[in-house]
Antibody
């Protein structure tokens, strides 16, 4: 069945790094753009990053630009989020999600129709 | 402070019709699609409405979306206890932005 499974979350000190992974199965991973969306404890959803189907285009929310890097390996059906210089405000559940969209052309968006179960990142000293 | 504004809470009794509003601006809802996500307690979000008013397969027709100008609404008719969840609207505005979420309680 169509599935996304995140991993790599954990507890880290401020300033340290963490790499999240999202393993896709049950669909043609290389045909879809992929997002990372996070949710701080007791808070709403916050979009983090988006990468095109081929990995050549990517966008970030302002607060993580320069610290986080989204990437993908289509040969391994896996999405990544490299998180550097982590801050306490990065504490959240991180979800990966797929979307049928041409990155950069919002009129082609169909919404995030498959989500993973989330992985928890806690940043504190 | 979210770019898109939703009421923090809404409620209704079983069988009732409830609407949840989402207010934005010309740079987001006014010029882009609106999406709605449902998040049941302790689960990942689920796409409920895409492109303002389209339902993915498997979403009951009790759920409907609409958009007018810089605002959008999600309507749930025939309210059921399993509809108790958080609901988020989203739209593009340079980046993807979400509303703060509305917690729906079925009384």
């Amino acid at each position: 069945q169509v599935q996304l499974v995140e991993s790599g979350g954990g507890v880290v000190q401020p300033g340290r790094s963490l790499r999240l992974s999202c393993a896709a199965s049950g669909f043609t991973f290389s045909s879809y753009a992929m997002h990372w969306v996070r949710q701080a404890p007791g808070k709403g959803l916050e979009w983090v990053a988006l990468i095109s189907y081929d990995g050549n285009s990517y966008y970030y929310t302002h607060s993580v630009r320069g610290r986080f890097t989204i990437s993908r390996d289509n040969s391994k059906n896996t999405l990544f989020l490299q998180m550097n210089t982590l801050r306490p405000e990065d504490t959240a559940v991180y979800y990966c999600a797929r979307e049928d969209i041409v990155v950069g052309i919002t009129a082609t968006a169909y919404g995030m129709d498959v989500w993973g179960q989330g992985t928890t990142v806690t940043v504190f000293s | 402070q979210s770019v898109l504004t939703q009421p923090p809470s809404a409620s209704g009794t079983p069988g009732q019709r409830v609407t949840i509003s989402c207010s934005g601006s010309s740079s987001n809802i006014g010029s882009n699609y609106v999406f709605w996500y449902q998040q049941l307690p302790r689960t990942a979000p689920k796409l409920l409405i895409y492109r303002n008013n389209q339902r993915p397969s498997g979403v009951p027709d009790r759920f409907s979306g609409s958009k007018s100008g810089t605002s959008a609404s999600l309507a749930i008719s025939g309210l059921r206890s399993e509809d108790e969840a958080d609901y988020f609207c989203a739209s593009w505005d340079g980046s993807l932005v979400f509303g703060g979420g509305t917690t729906l309680t079925v009384l």
